[in-house]
């Protein structure tokens, strides 16, 4: 049982950071009911839903239908909170929004998830991962030098300016309302999430420690100690050498001598990156690896997904799971133990979910 057991939300289906969201409080203990179309359609069904639909169950409703929009109203007077990632005003136009529902229950957490937020003059323009971390600034940090940024998947805007936030705004909220009986609407917009991310660049560019240009700082691939390089067979490893004992394991293991690469002379770094990648280039990556293992040289290989569920220290770890397919065990974890992880997703209808939560 996870810390969140008895805690109860209701799920709208959607795309990306909701369902992400879903995932994460079900891992923890939580029981999440899904509510999906009721013709079975899933926004998540045949793109990742056989692990971001883990853990909880489904409950096919039709909410443009009086009757099955009265009884997701009752579920929600039986909740702790409420999840949905539509567009603003979507809830309000099926008679769910925050006030009928609050009207209803509460202390129930209203748990709301979009890429601009509720207000703002974008609230209702459409966009993706991409275009919010774009507003937000946090994309130009991740850019290149010699050309655009590359999209870091949709990790950054989805998922951590959005779904984490989500769920910290979610919890803290819960916490509140057993005080106060009285819930709150969490506003989670991953222009705001995305953001607060950048915070620590914020915080060197106000002392005049970090320059706006991508590629002229520590951590964006300026420095040749922390960055990535290509082995002799064509794969990679990651360098993360930042302090200055780290910096000379490193130099140590690469038959450098300290004097001719000091480690903060910038002026020099530019031909420190050429030295290293010629060097790196001529070993292969497990080399490497076995080369820097036991060092303090913070060098390691870069992992596909398959090696990475399969290394040594993931298996010690159980860090991935096989439920149907290989998946991330959830995290974190408490008292060192693993949660575990059901694939199934069992369909339940909304008076059998009514009856049980009465």
């Not at 899904?34 to 013709?39: F, G």
């Not at 202390?107 to 709301?112: C, D, E, F, I, M």
């Not at 065990?329 to 575990?340: E, K």
């Amino acid at each position: 049982m996870g810390p969140l057991s008895g805690v109860r939300v209701v799920e709208f289906d959607g795309l990306g950071p909701a369902t992400f969201a879903g995932m994460m409080l079900a891992d923890l203990g939580a029981e999440v009911v899904r509510l999906a179309r009721a013709d079975g359609a899933s926004a998540f069904a045949d793109v990742g839903g056989a692990v971001l639909h883990r853990n909880r169950t489904v409950v096919p409703v039709d909410l443009k239908s009086h009757e099955h929009a009265a009884g997701v109203l009752n579920l929600l007077g039986g909740a702790d909170a409420l999840i949905e990632g539509f567009r603003p005003g979507v809830m309000e136009r099926l008679g769910l929004g925050p006030d009928v529902v609050h009207a209803h229950n509460a202390r129930l957490v209203y748990g709301r998830i979009t890429g601009w937020g509720q207000t703002g003059p974008l609230a209702d323009q459409v966009g993706h991962d991409i275009n919010y971390i774009a507003l937000s600034g946090l994309l130009h940090r991740l850019g290149r030098p010699d050309g655009p940024p590359r999209p870091p998947l949709n990790i950054a805007g989805d998922y951590a300016g959005g779904a984490l936030m989500l769920v910290i705004g979610v919890l803290a909220a819960m916490t509140e309302a057993r005080t106060t009986g009285r819930g709150r609407v969490v506003d989670a917009a991953m222009t705001d999430g995305s953001a607060l991310l950048a915070s620590l660049f914020d915080g060197l560019a106000g002392r005049g420690m970090w320059s706006e240009q991508p590629g002229e700082n520590l951590l964006d691939g300026a420095a040749p100690f922390y960055r990535c390089y290509r082995c002799a067979d064509g794969r990679d490893v990651a360098v993360g050498a930042l302090e200055p004992r780290f910096y000379a394991a490193l130099l140590k293991g690469l038959e450098i001598d300290p004097a001719d690469a000091p480690q903060f002379a910038r002026n020099g770094w530019p031909a420190l990156h050429q030295r290293f990648e010629t060097i790196f280039a001529s070993r292969s990556r497990d080399d490497w690896a076995e080369r820097f293992g036991g060092t303090e040289a913070c060098v390691t290989p870069v992992l596909s997904p398959t090696e990475a569920a399969a290394h040594p220290h993931n298996r010690a770890r159980a860090t991935f799971v096989n439920c149907g397919v290989r998946q991330p065990a959830p995290a974190p974890r408490f008292d060192g133990a693993l949660v575990d992880v059901s694939a199934d997703r069992p369909t339940e209808a909304l008076a059998d979910v009514l009856a049980r939560w009465a």
